[in-house]
């Protein structure tokens, strides 16, 4: 008997024997690796490099421990030749390096303009010298090979879609212990990429997509009305009607738990302004920068619920460049069509202008006969209260802080100032913007309905939905 740990010559007699009548073939560890074996380890090295030492040299320069020119050096002599041609790239890996090459090339872009006299004028030098691969592809040419790569019609330079919805992990929404909504993202690490490496800089990505997540619910359980397959007093239109309310006040209240948080478990303001979106710098003169501007969820429910704001369409369209195909496609759509308020009157019969003069006794009569308008006002009143709690974020992290400095006489940031979003909303365009959502198309209602909301309890009589009141929770899962 032979033992495991037993040399058997008998056994090795044998197989000596045995390798004799066979021809030789070269041993595994002889055979000439697979092409996409040696690109996995290429690009699992170069990821080491930038998911580490990217953040580690960003903080050396922004210390003043090392200088700005360094980072550009590095990833021109350490990371960009070892970067293997677009064809070598899956889908999936190349919305992963869109991630990490849009925070590589939006650090090297704020280096060079920071450091750079004209520098915010001539954006596009930042990347002077950088070549990428055997080949020598220039940085941004490269980039924009591997954005058309991953199959989503990408913006050429880093943008909302690959710094937030793919670069955090994937996210559960659920409502009362339901699964309602999936938001994946391209890494299955458990990993948050940055700029410096930070916890703020994590919680805040976390925190944009976490609403994103809760929105794509909200979407997903409205969109069907969108296209006329269900009466919107129908009773299936109002479960979800509800279901939306009721998500929406669960984005309400990441926005407010976040904003009480300490400064430890959110992200300061200071670091939040001259650090955090000191990053989002052009590529080019005239590009978009991620912003969350960009955030299409938000987009689509605008159009599905209305906005009465003069230009706000035209607007949107100016921002599709940096969106994802899909994303432009779905607008579109959602453009072309009556929001779902106005669905509502229509199939009730109601005259939106009649609705605006009517006064309470009518209202009430109106209600009386149509009871499902109370469900659809809670829910535009939940938009806009969502709208008016993420409108208080920007005012305590960005239009506040500032406000103060320039009282103080400080003054405002020389490459991406603080008195606007990096899009150009500045607060007096948010503050319309939260009017608009507030003054819907139901907003007559209210003068029947009283002091109700969103989230207080129903008029007695009006019919509520029995899991409103159930908690909203938004999970990293992957």
């Given at each position: 008997?032979?033992?495991?740990?037993?040399?058997?010559?008998?056994?090795?007699?044998?197989?000596?024997?045995?390798?004799?009548?066979?021809?030789?073939?070269?041993?595994?560890?002889?055979?000439?690796?697979?092409?996409?074996?040696?690109?996995?380890?290429?690009?699992?090295?170069?990821?080491?490099?930038?998911?580490?030492?990217?953040?580690?040299?960003?903080?050396?320069?922004?210390?003043?421990?090392?200088?700005?020119?360094?980072?550009?050096?590095?990833?021109?002599?350490?990371?960009?030749?070892?970067?293997?041609?677009?064809?070598?790239?899956?889908?999936?890996?190349?919305?992963q390096w869109v991630v990490r090459l849009g925070l590589v090339g939006a650090s090297i872009g704020r280096h060079y303009q920071e450091w750079t006299p004209s520098g915010k004028q001539t954006p596009e030098r930042a990347f002077d010298g950088?070549?990428?691969?055997?080949?020598?592809?220039?940085?941004?040419?490269?980039?924009?090979?591997?954005?058309?790569?991953?199959?989503?019609?990408?913006?050429?330079?880093?943008?909302?879609?690959?710094?937030?919805?793919?670069?955090?992990?994937?996210?559960?929404?659920?409502?009362?212990?339901?699964?309602?909504?999936?938001?994946?993202?391209?890494?299955?690490?458990?990993?948050?990429?940055?700029?410096?490496?930070?916890?703020?800089?994590?919680?805040?990505?976390?925190?944009?997509?976490?609403?994103?997540?809760?929105?794509?619910?909200?979407?997903?359980?409205?969109?069907?009305?969108?296209?006329?397959?269900?009466?919107?007093?129908?009773?299936?239109?109002?479960?979800?009607?509800?279901?939306?309310?009721?998500?929406?006040?669960?984005?309400?209240?990441?926005?407010?738990?976040?904003?009480?948080?300490?400064?430890?478990?959110?992200?300061?303001?200071?670091?939040?302004?001259?650090?955090?979106?000191?990053?989002?710098?052009?590529?080019?003169?005239?590009?978009?920068?991620?912003?969350?501007?960009?955030?299409?969820?938000?987009?689509?429910?605008?159009?599905?619920?209305?906005?009465?704001?003069?230009?706000?369409?035209?607007?949107?369209?100016?921002?599709?460049?940096?969106?994802?195909?899909?994303?432009?496609?779905?607008?579109?759509?959602?453009?072309?069509?009556?929001?779902?308020?106005?669905?509502?009157?229509?199939?009730?019969?109601?005259?939106?202008?009649?609705?605006?003069?009517?006064?309470?006794?009518?209202?009430?009569?109106?209600?009386?006969?149509?009871?499902?308008?109370?469900?659809?006002?809670?829910?535009?009143?939940?938009?806009?209260?969502?709208?008016?709690?993420?409108?208080?974020?920007?005012?305590?992290?960005?239009?506040?802080?500032?406000?103060?400095?320039?009282?103080?006489?400080?003054?405002?940031?020389?490459?991406?100032?603080?008195?606007?979003?990096?899009?150009?909303?500045?607060?007096?365009?948010?503050?319309?913007?939260?009017?608009?959502?507030?003054?819907?198309?139901?907003?007559?209602?209210r003068a029947a309905l009283g002091g109700e909301t969103a989230e207080k309890e129903p008029a007695a009589g009006v019919r509520s939905h029995p899991g409103a009141a159930a908690p909203v929770s938004v999970a990293l899962v992957g």
């Amino acid at each position: 008997m032979c033992f495991p740990l037993i040399p058997c010559p008998i056994r090795r007699v044998a197989v000596a024997r045995s390798l004799r009548k066979r021809p030789h073939r070269p041993t595994e560890r002889a055979r000439k690796p697979r092409p996409e074996v040696v690109t996995g380890l290429v690009l699992q090295q170069a990821g080491e490099w930038t998911d580490d030492e990217l953040p580690r040299l960003n903080q050396a320069i922004l210390s003043g421990d090392a200088p700005p020119a360094l980072l550009a050096e590095r990833v021109r002599d350490e990371l960009l030749p070892r970067l293997p041609a677009i064809d070598r790239f899956s889908a999936v890996r190349a919305r992963q390096w869109v991630v990490r090459l849009g925070l590589v090339g939006a650090s090297i872009g704020r280096h060079y303009q920071e450091w750079t006299p004209s520098g915010k004028q001539t954006p596009e030098r930042a990347f002077d010298g950088l070549a990428v691969g055997a080949e020598g592809v220039p940085f941004r040419d490269y980039f924009a090979a591997l954005a058309d790569r991953t199959g989503t019609g990408h913006y050429g330079r880093d943008s909302y879609a690959s710094l937030v919805r793919w670069n955090v992990g994937s996210l559960e929404v659920r409502l009362g212990g339901e699964l309602l909504a999936v938001l994946p993202g391209v890494f299955d690490d458990g990993r948050i990429r940055s700029y410096t490496g930070t916890p703020g800089e994590e919680h805040f990505f976390l925190l944009v997509k976490q609403g994103e997540a809760i929105e794509l619910a909200v979407n997903d359980v409205l969109e069907p009305l969108a296209g006329g397959r269900l009466a919107p007093a129908g009773e299936d239109a109002l479960a979800r009607v509800r279901t939306a309310a009721a998500l929406l006040g669960g984005l309400r209240r990441l926005f407010l738990d976040f904003a009480a948080l300490p400064p430890g478990q959110s992200m300061p303001a200071d670091q939040f302004m001259d650090v955090f979106r000191q990053f989002a710098v052009h590529w080019t003169d005239g590009d978009i920068p991620p912003s969350g501007a960009l955030d299409a969820e938000a987009l689509k429910r605008d159009f599905l619920l209305g906005i009465a704001l003069p230009g706000y369409a035209e607007g949107v369209r100016r921002l599709f460049p940096a969106l994802l195909a899909a994303e432009r496609s779905a607008l579109e759509t959602l453009m072309a069509q009556p929001a779902l308020p106005q669905r509502l009157l229509t199939s009730l019969g109601v005259d939106a202008a009649a609705l605006r003069t009517a006064d309470p006794a009518d209202l009430r009569g109106l209600l009386g006969r149509h009871p499902a308008l109370a469900d659809w006002f809670r829910l535009l009143t939940a938009h806009a209260r969502a709208s008016g709690a993420h409108l208080m974020l920007s005012k305590k992290f960005l239009f506040k802080p500032q406000r103060r400095r320039d009282a103080a006489g400080l003054g405002d940031r020389p490459l991406v100032s603080n008195r606007a979003g990096t899009t150009g909303m500045n607060e007096n365009f948010l503050e319309r913007l939260t009017r608009a959502r507030q003054e819907h198309l139901l907003a007559p209602l209210r003068a029947a309905l009283g002091g109700e909301t969103a989230e207080k309890e129903p008029a007695a009589g009006v019919r509520s939905h029995p899991g409103a009141a159930a908690p909203v929770s938004v999970a990293l899962v992957g």
